[in-house]
């Protein structure tokens, strides 16, 4: 049985697809005509850099200058979409008091949903053969500020038992800083990149807080979007078995209270 729980301290979830032939005849004129397919949902556009190869992009398109990704970002700024010439993605932030919505129950049908709406848009307005997708992401970032169980950085073993603050015997002059991250295999097609790191609050001003990054990725080999959906579900049992695995079982039972269904 799947684990969920009822107040994780997740903070943004990313689900992606990246494309393999990047969208050739996916310019930033079209963006106006495809922000209107979004708009009354995402009212909010910005542009960021690309992801990846920003020179490739620029050589694929025959532009002057990379196509930039763009954002679509929801009036209450928790959901946000990106895309760009090869990836299109989906974002959940926390924001305020926003719960979040759970993987099954909701997330993975919001990115069905403004995906095929994507897909229709490249079919009638590029004239271009169905997406075909090669690289497949999906990334957990988990947010812990002060709290009962963590009140700085050398409390991190207290949330991750595993991890380790060095002591060296002598009164340190700060609280430690760290940015680990580890690799691990699951299977040809399934990678997961967990990150530890210590950061800054965006919001309480130097505060600190704790961010445990879980990111599954996988080269799937240009396949269809209902070829990409198991690997999805993959993913994201990944994921949380990772999550659960690494975590305090104490903390995880008293505050972050598991409860039986699909996560």
Request: hydrophobic content about 40%; glycine content about 4%.
């Amino acid at each position: 049985m799947r684990i969920k729980f009822q107040n994780p301290p997740i903070n943004e979830l990313v689900m992606g697809t990246y494309f393999n032939p990047p969208l050739a005849n996916f310019r930033n004129e079209h963006i106006g005509l495809l922000w209107s397919k979004f708009r009354d949902e995402f009212p909010h556009v910005a542009q960021q850099p690309p992801i990846g190869d920003a020179e490739f992009m620029m050589a694929l398109g025959g532009e002057l200058f990379p196509m930039p990704r763009y954002w679509f970002i929801a009036e209450d700024q928790v959901s946000l979409l990106q895309v760009q010439k090869n990836a299109f993605l989906f974002n959940w932030r926390r924001r305020d008091a926003h719960d979040y919505p759970h993987f099954h129950e909701n997330l993975k049908p919001t990115f069905d949903k403004y995906y095929s709406r994507f897909a229709d848009f490249v079919a009638s307005e590029l004239d271009a053969s169905p997406l075909a997708i090669d690289l497949c992401e999906l990334t957990y970032i988990n947010l812990i500020e002060r709290c009962e169980y963590w009140s700085g950085p050398e409390d991190t073993p207290n949330v991750v038992p595993e991890f380790v603050v060095p002591r060296f015997g002598v009164q340190a002059a700060s609280a430690p800083a760290f940015n680990c991250v580890y690799a691990f295999a699951l299977a040809p097609d399934l990678q997961l990149t967990v990150t530890v790191r210590d950061a800054r609050s965006t919001i309480k001003v130097d505060e600190p807080v704790l961010v445990i990054e879980i990111r599954a990725q996988g080269r799937l080999g240009q396949v269809s979007k209902s070829e990409s959906d198991p690997w999805f579900d993959r993913a994201h049992d990944a994921v949380i078995d990772c999550f659960v695995r690494m975590t305090n079982p104490h903390i995880q039972q008293t505050y972050w209270k598991p409860v039986g269904g699909p996560a």
